[in-house]
């Protein structure tokens, strides 16, 4: 097998040679799947650990929930995807493959369940705020999702029905054979697909909007955060929002049974209406000034205002000045 895949892009007028491996030491190949997912966790982690820093949380609490919120994030990640997909996984010559996370096969929304179950054990054990947390965690999944996407399109996976008006629409011999293969299925679920014509890049849409939200929302809590769980609702409202429509379009959704239904598309819709709800709720409460003391911000890097006793010296010395006017 080509270790090498030829991608075009008709809507742009170029193609080229995509590897899928990026070196091997000791005769294992290290792809660029695995690669660009560890950077874009690395960068998610440093943001973090920045943000963990100004807000003076404990760096050694951060390692707590570090090390276990990427346990269960990986491990829920993987577990969500094969449960949605056990119909494959649990046949004799695939459940061997259940742990081979390196070549595709995990989900966000797992890996989100997983991350805040292992970071809520890590606050309790580093006494770590749990709602400051949340909020650093959701910028962080912002910079990981965003950069993580581009790992799905060196596997050439993760893409879009067949477009022939979109821009940025492309096309592969993998994308031809994936599609070949779950053509039937998809038939079955109400979407027909032409494996000789391109796809929408689904992995790219998802991956502008995660870092434009991400930029949005580092503004709003650099600037102007309300109160404590915020961002993390607002994380919700965006991410859910953009993935209730992009997953409309993929062709490797998970599907509830033998329903139409995409998992992560209904989920999608629930969080929106549930994050959304949340966020007007304690945003309404916020301007009534009735918030619960645990949920105000805290800003430590904020300079405390000063006191006005030099324009109280000056307006003495004013007036000392007329009285001495008056006395000549």
Same mark, same amino acid.
């Given at each position: ?206 991956? %502008?909007?995660?870092? $434009? =939200? /991400?930029? *949005?929302?580092?503004? +709003?809590?650099? !600037? &102007? ?46 969080? %929106?209406?549930?994050? $959304? =709800? /949340?966020? *007007?709720?304690?945003? +309404?409460?916020? !301007? &009534? ?40």
């Amino acid at each position: 097998m080509s270790d090498f895949t030829h991608v075009y892009f008709e809507g742009l007028g170029f193609d080229f040679n995509l590897p899928s491996v990026a070196f091997s030491i000791g005769g294992h190949d290290v792809k660029f799947y695995g690669l660009i997912i560890a950077f874009g966790f690395t960068l998610a982690v440093l943001y973090g650990g920045r943000g963990a820093w100004k807000w003076k949380m404990s760096l050694d609490g951060m390692t707590d929930v570090l090390i276990w919120g990427t346990i269960f994030g990986i491990i829920c990640a993987r577990l969500y995807y094969v449960a949605f997909e056990w119909d494959y996984y649990s046949m004799p010559e695939h459940f061997k493959e259940i742990p081979a996370i390196w070549n595709g096969g995990i989900a966000i929304y797992g890996g989100i369940i997983g991350a805040l179950i292992g970071a809520a054990i890590g606050c309790k054990i580093g006494k770590i705020d749990f709602l400051n947390l949340l909020d650093l965690g959701a910028l962080g999944l912002l910079i990981g999702q965003g950069i993580g996407r581009w790992g799905n399109f060196f596997n050439q996976e993760a893409f879009g029905a067949n477009t022939t008006s979109a821009l940025f629409r492309m096309w592969s011999p993998k994308i031809r054979d994936t599609l070949a293969e779950s053509a039937a299925d998809l038939a079955e679920k109400g979407m027909n697909v032409d494996p000789m014509l391109p796809v929408h890049p689904t992995f790219l849409y998802e991956s %502008v909007w995660c870092l $434009l =939200s /991400f930029l *949005i929302l580092h503004v +709003i809590v650099t !600037k &102007k955060r309300e109160f404590k769980g915020e961002i993390f609702m607002l994380y919700g409202v965006l991410y859910g929002a953009e993935r209730m429509v992009v997953e409309g379009m993929r062709t490797d959704s998970l599907y509830i049974g033998s329903t139409n239904i995409r998992v992560s598309q209904l989920l999608s819709a629930i969080i %929106v209406v549930v994050a $959304l =709800s /949340f966020f *007007i709720y304690f945003m +309404i409460r916020c !301007k &009534k000034n009735t918030l619960p003391q645990k949920m105000l911000p805290i800003i430590p890097d904020e300079r405390p205002r000063k006191e006005p006793k030099k324009k109280k010296e000056k307006r003495g010395k004013t007036e000392k000045s007329k009285n001495n006017k008056s006395e000549e």
